[in-house]
């Protein structure tokens, strides 16, 4: 994959510069007359000063590391709902999934699975929210891996009361998964 290459990413951002050389089939830019241009590759860092996620990547605030990769950080949760609960986030500050670029949600899927396995619980929860109302207390994207040993440990949930599932009309099934196909 090749990432997005950008002219208009401030200098602090840049992470990384390749030679695109004259002939070369990833040459996307006219080149210089000695037949080489520098060009900058934006690999979208980003972060916020205000969010606690963010001070814990840049290691301002410490926390008990459990699986890092260059886009991925994982750490235990300080206020755990069972043992080994843990918080796994992108470096990269995005309020919800729909900011996240695409590489680092790449990274995370697998990381995700790395973590769930280190817990050591056959079974577990993966829960992510966005925005206020889907119950997100911290404005960066998270996912929290929360293990289920016992019916009193890990997420509780009531099936009836948590999950006010309805019946659906077919035809109302159909128009959403157009509606949605279309957003696509």
Not at 34 to 63: E, H, N, W, Y
Not at 92 to 119: F, N, S
Request: hydrophobic share 40%.
């Amino acid at each position: 994959m090749i990432p997005s290459i950008r002219r208009d990413v401030p200098k602090s951002q840049l992470r990384g510069y390749i030679i695109a050389n004259k002939g070369s089939k990833h040459n996307f830019f006219p080149s210089s007359p000695s037949g080489t241009r520098r060009v900058s590759i934006s690999f979208q860092m980003s972060s916020d000063d205000k969010c606690l996620f963010c001070a814990i990547v840049k290691g301002a605030i410490p926390a008990f590391k459990v699986y890092e990769t260059e886009h991925t950080l994982a750490f235990l949760d300080i206020s755990p709902v069972s043992e080994g609960h843990t918080q796994v986030i992108p470096k990269y500050h995005a309020r919800t999934l729909g900011d996240m670029p695409d590489e680092y949600l790449a990274d995370i899927g697998p990381a995700l699975k790395k973590v769930a396995a280190a817990t050591g619980a056959e079974q577990y929860n993966v829960l992510q929210n966005n925005g206020k109302l889907a119950f997100q207390h911290v404005d960066h994207v998270h996912f929290h891996i929360i293990p289920k040993t016992t019916p009193q440990d890990g997420l509780v949930l009531d099936v009836d009361a948590s999950w006010p599932a309805r019946q659906a009309d077919k035809e109302k099934l159909v128009a959403t998964a157009e509606k949605m196909r279309s957003r696509i």
